[in-house]
Each structure stands twice: as C-alpha cells, then as structure tokens.
C-alpha cells in the first residue's frame, strides 16, 4: 500500500520501506549521492545526500539513502546547514579524489575549493571508498572484492592484496564506480583488472569480444544457460534474426 | 558442586557454606587483580603458604587470592581478617613479617600500612583510609571478599538469592522494580535500563537475546574489568535476572581480548554456575531456561557501538548500521536484542534483592545508584572509586583521590573517554551525574576519569583523543573517517607551531560536520573533546597558535632543552643522549646542541641535579 | 639484514583448528581468527585460504575481516613483543617518550618487527592497568611505572634472552 511522505512541503508517494533518496529521486528532487545504487543495500558512506528530518522523534540531518520512506515524514532537501555539512563533506571526498570529474563538477556547482591537505594515498588513486565496487561484485556472486582495514588506512580491493579470487573479469564494479577509479583495460585478446588478466570469448560472426571466458564460465553455470549463450554477440544476434526476418518476410 | 533444582536446594546449601564459615575466623588475603598482579602480588601467595605452614598456622587461617580492592596505586594489597587491617605495597620479603609479627604474634607492622602523604598519618583499617571512607562500595562491594573463582564464596556472601527472588516476583514485576529503581546504563549515554528492557520484552518474536557489552573501550576505564575479574558471577546473576524478565534464553558476553584474566574468570564462572544448574535448563525448577556464550573481540573501539558488536558477535567487520531499527527490534541474527554494560547489568541484583526503594535512596532523583570511576592520571590515589552519583567533582578528586601529586596545580579532569571532555577547575564543583555532565560537555561515559595537571597540555590531550578516534574509526563515513583525519592534522599544525587563527575555524567547521553528519555515536560524539578543548581550553590553543608556546611544556616543537649551572658534570646526560647532543667532560656543565636535540626528554628524565631546565 | 622467510604452516594443526568449528559457519569467523592465531601467533595467509574454505566464505571477506580488528596480525611478529600501553592515563604520564625511544631503540615502528624477527614494537589502545602508567608489557608481562632511564636494560634484557 502507497505511503505518503512530505519533501520540501511537497505530497509524494512511496512505497514503505522505500529508501527516501530514491523516492526523492523519483519525484524530480536533486540530491546528490555517490555510495547510491538501488541494486545493493545502501551504506550511507559518501554523507552527501543529506536531508534535514522534521517529523518524528529524531529530527534533524540525516542521510536519505539509507533512510526508509515511513508514512507521515516530512523532509527538506535544502537548508544553510544541509548546505554547509554537504559542502564540507563533499570538500573531504575531494581531497581523496582530485581527478574525479564528477567530483570536480559538483565541486564547481557548489562553489567548494579544498583548503586542506590529502590524506595519505594507501589505496586506489581517487577512491572515496564508497565500497560500490565491493557490493555490485558481492550481489553479483563473485565476492572478490572487500573492505579492508579500517578508519584512515581503510581502503578496498581484493584478499591479500593479490589477484582477486573470483574475479570474472565482468568489469561491473567499474561501471558503478562513481569515481572511475578502478583501473581496467582491454586489449583485442584479453582484459586485465584486480591484477589479473583474463581472455576474452569471442562472437562466431564478428570475431569481437563478448564476454571474458571466465565470466562465460560462471554465468552459464550459475543460470543453466545453454552452452552456445555466448557465441555470438548482441548485434550480429540481432542482425542475424532481423536477416531471419526479413527471409520470411521476403 | 551439587546441582540445585530448587531455592530450597540452593538455601540450604547456602546455609551449610556460610555455618563453615564464622564471621570472625582469620585469613590473608591477596589481592589479586590486574593492577596488584602487575606489581607482582601472585608472588605473595607461595610464600604466604610456606611462613604459614612454617608457622603452624597452616589450616587455622585461610588464605585467599581476591578480586581487585581499587586501590591501585598502592598495592599489592593484602588484607588480614577479621581485624580488616591493609598492608600496602607488600614484597615477597615482607611476607615472614607479616606472619610473625601480625599473624603470630598481634601485633601491627606499622611499616606496611597506608600512610597519608600529606599528613604522614598511618591507616590501620581499609574503611578509615581517606580512599575508601568517602566512598559506598555497592557493585564493588564483595570484590576484597570472595575468591573470583569460588561460587561457595558468591553464594556465602548472599549469590543468587536474588534470581530466587526474581523467579518468585515473575518477569512483570521484576521488570517494574527495575523501572522504579531509575537505574541507568552505566556504559555510555545513560539510557533507562527499564525502559530498554520493557521495548525488548514487547518486541515481536519469542527468541530474545540479551548482551553483555564487556568491551570496555574506554582508555582510561577499567572497572568492568575489575568486576568481572573480581566478582563475575555477580554480572552473571545480573543477566539471569534481566534474561527472566526479558524473556530471552540466549546470552552473549562480549569481552575484550585485551582481558586475558577476565576472560579466564568469566569462563570459569559460567562453567562452575552451569554445572551448579544456575544456567541452563529449568534453573532452580522456575522452568526458565537460560545459557550464555563468551565472545571475544578483535580489538576494536566501535564495537562497544550496539550494532557494530552485533555485526561483530556474527563474524563480520564491526561497522555500525543505520538505526532503526533498533537492536531490541531486530538485533543479534535479527533477534531482538536486549545490550547493557557490565556494571549495569551488575546493579542488578542488589536492586531486586534489597528493593527498588533502597535502591532509589542511593544518588539522585534522576541519576540513582552508585557508579564507579578509574581515576587516574595525575592524582595521587589512582584507582577504582565506587561512589553515590551526586557527589562532586571535587570530592572524588581531591578527597578521595588525595589531590595532585608533587605539589602540582589541578588543570583538568577528563570524563567520559574519547567521546567526553574536558572540565577545568571552574567545574570541580558541579555534581556528578548523567545529565550534569553532557549539560558541562564532557560525558558520564563508562566512568573513565583522567586527572590532569598543569604539565598536562591540552591541546596535547585534545590530539591524543583525535588520533585515537581517527585509528578507530570503522571508516564508514566520509565526514567522521577523513574529518577526524583532518581535524588531527589542524592539531598537529597547532602543536607543531603552524598553527593559526585560520587553523581555528577550519576546526570549528569541520567539528560541526563530523558531528552533524556521522551515522553512529562514535562520529557524533567524536568531536567533545576538541570542542570541550575549545570552550574550556582557549587561551592555552591561542598561546600555540599566536605565541608559539606550549605552556604546559609538552608540545616538543615549542620547547627546548637547555642544562643551568645546577648541573655537576655527572655525564649521564651525555651518555644516555641518543643523539649524542649533549657535550661536557667531567665535573664541567654539559651543553645541549640544539641543532641535534630531538626533544625525547631523555637528560630531564636521568638528571639526578634537577639541572635539565624546558622552556 | 635481510627479513627472515616465514615459516611454511602445518597445515594438518589448520585444519584440526577448524574443525572446532561447524563447516560452512560464517558466523564463527572473529572466534575462528582468535583461535588460529592462538597457535601461530598471527594469522598466516595460508590459514585465512583454508579459514574461508571451511566456512564457505568468500577469501576477501575473511581478509575484511581479519584486517577490521586491531588484534589480528597479518604478518609473523617477534620471538618477543614489546607492547607500550597509549591509554590516556599512560599518555599524561609520558607514554609517548617511552614509544619514541622503543622506535629508535629497536629501529623499528611501532606495528612494526625487526628484520631479524626478535621483536616486534606494538601499541595498545588501554588495557586497564592505569594507576601502573605509564606501561610497558613485554611478552604478556607488565611492566609499571616505567621511566626512559629504566627501559633501556629492560630492553636489553629481553634481547639477550632471545640471543642465548
């Protein structure tokens, strides 16, 4: 049953249980957030998708991804001190990654300059630690990936700091990175990620790369698909039928 | 041991242990804690047995290693019964003494017994000493009593009795005597025990778990140690109590794996209690059922964060989750969970034993009951303290804890561990309880209470506790993982003499965020010792900042070393310096190259002519 | 100097470690860590492979773990461990001179071991012992009270032990 929740004065529906960032979202309101993905459990790592809470027991600056949506709630999405915390935050995520340009761009929107000094680099070069990586590639099955350490050694990567056992090589936590920072290339023959390079399999008809050999393995495993899944790529799959197609209908 | 299936059992065997025991009968005993072990009293006990045996008075005084008295600083400690007379600081050597002199012959080795420093006075008895007359001994009460390891010693001195008791009240009213005691977790922020108990037991779900949080993580604070070190099956009977009324048949008790002794007692404890049928099946033929496991921790501050020691307790890393929900709705394997502190948890029994009313007599209206500090740091009496809540500052400070050593001024005591602050002078006179305390900027926290003095540098402590948090941080969050970083770096500046008024407000903003912004208490509260620093502290931060002077003489950035005429020539100095700075030959005044002097303090330390002078 | 190899781990004591705990528990994983590093000290990388084996878990989330609690090491310590206590009683009672000299003593950081593995230099956060700060334990032993001046035949002391 639909929940209504009231953000910057405004009627909004939900769903309860719903992440309020999401709803917000959903509803046209900007809020920024960089540890966000629906398809993993949220964290509320990066502090910048802050809200100011004003109904309830516990009102005040809170984030809003990991927040559920309960009936009745009232929010607002823009204050001096959401504003200023944001600010500050988004001034120490900067600091530890200067080359993101996401971060440049939200940095340039709101006005925020580091004045300090970066922390010390013991991981990735411009990680802000958001462990997104660690749980797509956990939701995904692999588990290759981990927190490791803790408070300002904390960084994350695979056990031991070795080739990560379970990588595929499905470059998934790249594509949720919200700083681009884990480093990934492809030649036409192989990809190298985590320390580890694996080959791809290629499409029968165009001799492009589908799919690392090792993600095929798991995938055909994992969901029962036939063993042919992967021999011909997206596109000549689709040229192919639409070829089909078009025999019949000619 | 025999295994009791009934109170009746349980009295009668109680009645049998205490009929061997007369009141009055002789023994010796050694106390046995973590701070007396240290200065070696497990040494004592062999050679108690042989001047005893050497004596003939083998078998008609008992000999007895106990739990910790408090009383720290002085020992090892050893007590004679039943004149309740304290020997002090006792070496093997003194041992053939005190059993010729006072065993054997009655009469008082004046030499061993407790002087006062200030006024040269000696102390026969324990309860006249200043440390102990101030104080009400309730949950520390029986530690110089019983051996930790002898459940007949808890049941002789009245063990169990309580959860007899409990079991005949029903879970309801034990639950209302609990509430009607206004007892208040003596672990952190001071939440309604009552209260927490009563949303537990109404949680939907009848497979309720109670914690005891043993991860005492408060440098500085030591009492649950103690207690569980000195008188374990108290918490035990504390959370067979609160499990009843709960209604939770599973037990946890996280304990610190820096704890060795604790946690060889507490094992001991929970297998003796099992054996004697007080843990469970059917306890006492209540039909209630109830059992425990001992966790160990990893060494991690957080962790004493409710739902990171639940992550914890399931074998993951201890990062807090965002709350709600609660851990009494959905705690440990999404049980609902019931956490309370040891000392909490150890109140327990007294307050169904002697009643809520006793109880609520003890303390403030609000603030009820006892608590117990470590004091420590710069004060004379360091300790355990167990004291009424309401008394000051002041009083547990200077009359109990006799004051400043060395005849140095009072600057600061610090309440309440890395999430609590610092009070000046101006405050030695507020009362102490919960709400005093949070109202001032400092915290009751679990009772950690550092004594300092004016050698003492605040910005100094203020950068200890940031370094200290920014290592236990989970790292979870941005604002408390990188602003407590950063917040230790402006600190540094400050300490090193780069410092500015710059450097000031940059604190100032980034303390807002860390607080603001972070999801668990340990971020939240992570910056009350640098804004208690800030409010209290002002002037001696300003002298580093604008004067570039450390007026403490801490910061090694703004001091040098220099040697004054006092100095003979001795060469220690000159030998001991490791980066051989020091020149002088012999029975000439040394010098100090302040080029290679890396400030280690080394020649202040070996100086016997008070001649290494800081400036 | 150079850092001595560490020593190859009996595989079979492993294995008997985990079987204490039911396979394919991950909840037991903190309790089985305590326990393999009761018997080696510290926890070597070939005992977390089987660790997250046994209890069917992935091996970075036993390396999360293990790396999250300041009580597990990850590489072999010293015949002996010096421990300085940084609680805060120790602090105001001068703890931090007595890591400083320990660091240029030992040449090594704290967290650190020397190559030749003799000692290893630790911190820990309190272990409740305040009236004896400032403190020093060494192997397991506490040592109260203790001055700049005092340390350096302490020191000696266990290093000669260790030689002989």
Same mark, same amino acid.
């Given at each position: 049953m639909a929940i209504r929740i009231f953000i910057d004065e405004q009627e909004v529906k939900a769903e309860p249980g719903e992440s309020v960032l999401m709803v917000a979202r959903r509803a046209g309101f900007d809020i920024p957030a960089l540890c966000y993905h629906e398809a993993v459990e949220s964290i509320g790592a990066c502090r910048l998708c802050l809200v100011e809470v004003r109904s309830g027991a516990r009102p005040g600056i809170s984030t809003s991804c990991n927040m559920k949506a309960e009936d009745g709630l009232r929010i607002s999405t823009d204050s001096p001190e959401i504003r200023r915390d944001r600010a500050t935050n988004l001034e120490l995520l900067l600091l530890r990654a200067p080359g993101s340009p996401v971060l440049r761009e939200l940095a340039a929107r709101w006005g925020v300059r580091p004045r300090l000094q970066p922390p010390p680099d013991a991981g990735i070069a411009n990680c802000i630690l958001c462990e997104l990586c660690v749980r797509v590639c956990a939701a995904l099955g692999h588990n290759a990936l981990a927190a490791v350490g803790r408070g300002e050694k904390k960084r994350v990567g695979p056990a031991f700091g070795k080739p990560a056992e379970g990588c595929v090589g499905c470059g998934a936590c790249l594509s949720v990175c919200p700083t681009r920072c884990i480093v990934m290339k492809d030649t036409p023959a192989a990809r190298t990620i985590w320390g580890q390079s694996f080959e791809f399999h290629r499409c029968q008809v165009c001799g492009q790369p589908v799919i690392t050999e090792k993600h095929r393995a798991f995938a055909i495993a994992k969901r029962g698909l036939p063993e042919d899944y992967y021999d011909v790529c997206e596109p000549c799959k689709q040229s192919q039928a639409s070829q089909r197609f078009a025999s019949v209908v000619w | 041991m025999p295994r009791f299936s009934s109170e009746k059992d349980l009295e009668s065997y109680r009645h049998k242990v205490a009929a061997g025991r007369a009141p009055d009968r002789r023994a010796v005993a050694v106390c046995a804690g973590t701070g007396c072990k240290a200065f070696g009293s497990a040494k004592l006990l062999p050679v108690f047995e042989a001047e005893l045996a050497k004596a003939s008075l083998k078998g008609k005084i008992e000999l007895r290693a106990t739990g910790c008295h408090g009383f720290c600083e002085r020992g090892p400690l050893v007590l004679i019964f039943p004149a309740g007379r304290l020997y002090t600081k006792v070496k093997p050597e003194d041992v053939p003494e005190i059993v010729r002199e006072d065993l054997a012959g009655g009469r008082v080795v004046e030499r061993l017994l407790y002087r006062d420093p200030v006024s040269g006075k000696a102390y026969e008895k324990e309860e006249d000493i200043p440390f102990y007359m101030h104080q009400q001994r309730l949950v520390l009460k029986n530690n110089g009593l019983l051996d930790p390891a002898s459940l007949d010693d808890y049941l002789a001195l009245g063990g169990y009795r309580a959860l007899a008791k409990a079991f005949a009240m029903g879970p309801e009213k034990v639950l209302e005597e609990v509430k009607k005691s206004g007892l208040r977790g003596r672990g952190g922020a001071g939440f309604w025990t009552g209260r927490k108990w009563e949303i537990c037991r109404a949680a939907p779900g009848p497979d309720k778990v109670i914690i005891c949080n043993a991860d005492e993580g408060d440098p500085g604070a030591f009492m649950d140690r103690s207690v569980i070190e000195g008188n374990p099956h108290s918490v035990l009977e504390g959370m067979l109590i609160g499990a009843f009324a709960i209604g939770a048949s599973t037990g946890c008790v996280y304990i610190r794996q820096e704890y060795p002794l604790a946690v060889e007692r507490l094992g001991r404890a929970v297998a003796a209690a099992r054996e004697a049928g007080l843990l469970g099946e059917n306890i006492l033929g209540s039909g209630f059922a109830f059992d425990l496991r001992i966790y160990r921790g /990893? /060494?991690?501050?957080?962790? /004493?964060e409710e739902s990171a020691m639940i992550a914890s307790i399931e074998g993951r890393r201890g990062v807090p989750r965002r709350r709600p929900p609660y851990p009494a709705q959905s705690g440990l394997w999404g049980r609902p969970t019931n956490i309370n502190n040891v000392e909490t948890w150890a109140n327990v029994p007294w307050i169904i034993d002697r009643g809520a009313d006793w109880y609520r007599a003890i303390g403030t209206e609000k603030s009820t009951g006892t608590k117990i500090f470590s004091l420590v740091g710069k004060v004379n009496n360091t300790g355990l303290v167990e004291v009424p809540m309401g008394i000051s500052l002041r009083q547990i400070v200077f009359d109990i804890g006799g004051g400043i050593p060395g005849g140095k001024k009072f600057k600061a005591v610090q309440t309440g561990g890395p999430s609590g602050g610092c009070l000046p002078a101006s405050k030695l006179d507020i009362p102490v309880d919960f709400d005093t305390l949070v109202r001032e900027g400092a915290m009751m926290g679990s009772g950690g209470m550092i004594v300092m003095d004016e050698s003492t540098c605040m910005v100094d402590v203020a950068r200890y506790f940031l370094n200290f948090l920014k290592f236990e941080s989970c790292g979870n969050c941005t604002s408390c993982r990188d602003g407590l970083y950063q917040l230790h770096r402006l600190f540094t500046d400050i300490a090193e003499g780069r410092g500015s008024e710059h450097t000031l407000e940059l604190v100032e903003e980034l303390a807002r965020t860390v607080k603001a912004t972070s999801l668990c208490a340990l971020g939240s509260t992570a910056v009350n010792p640098v804004e208690s620093t800030l409010k209290y502290f002002r002037e001696e931060i300003l002298a580093h900042v604008r004067d570039r002077r450390c007026p403490a003489k801490v910061c090694k950035a703004l001091i040098t070393y220099t040697i004054n005429d006092k100095c003979n020539g001795c060469t220690l100095c000159a030998k001991r310096c490791p980066q051989q700075a020091i020149t002088g030959t012999v029975k000439k005044l040394h010098v100090i190259d302040q080029k290679k002097c890396i400030k280690c303090g080394i020649c202040l330390d070996v100086c016997k002519q008070d001649a290494v002078w800081v400036e | 100097m150079t850092p001595a190899a560490a020593p190859a781990v009996d595989t079979a004591k492993v294995k008997e470690i985990l079987s204490r705990h039911p396979a394919g528990d991950a909840g037991a994983l903190v309790n089985v860590l305590h326990d393999l590093q009761a018997e080696f000290r510290y926890l070597p990388e070939e005992a977390l492979k089987l660790a997250a084996e046994h209890l069917q878990i992935s091996q970075a989330q036993v390396f999360g773990v293990a790396t999250f609690y300041e009580g597990f090491h990850l590489k072999p310590r010293g015949k002996h461990v010096c421990t300085v206590c940084m609680g805060t009683a120790c602090h105001v009672r001068g703890a931090p001179k007595l890591l400083d000299q320990l660091e240029r003593d030992l040449k090594v950081r704290a967290g650190g071991t020397t190559p030749d593995l003799s000692v290893t230099l630790e911190t820990v956060n309190c272990v409740g012992a305040c009236a004896l700060g400032p403190l020093l334990i060494v192997d397991g032993e506490y040592h109260g009270n203790m001055t700049t001046g005092r340390l350096p035949k302490l020191v000696d002391s266990v290093l000669k032990e260790g030689k002989s």
């Open positions: - | /990893g /060494g991690a501050f957080v962790c /004493g | -």
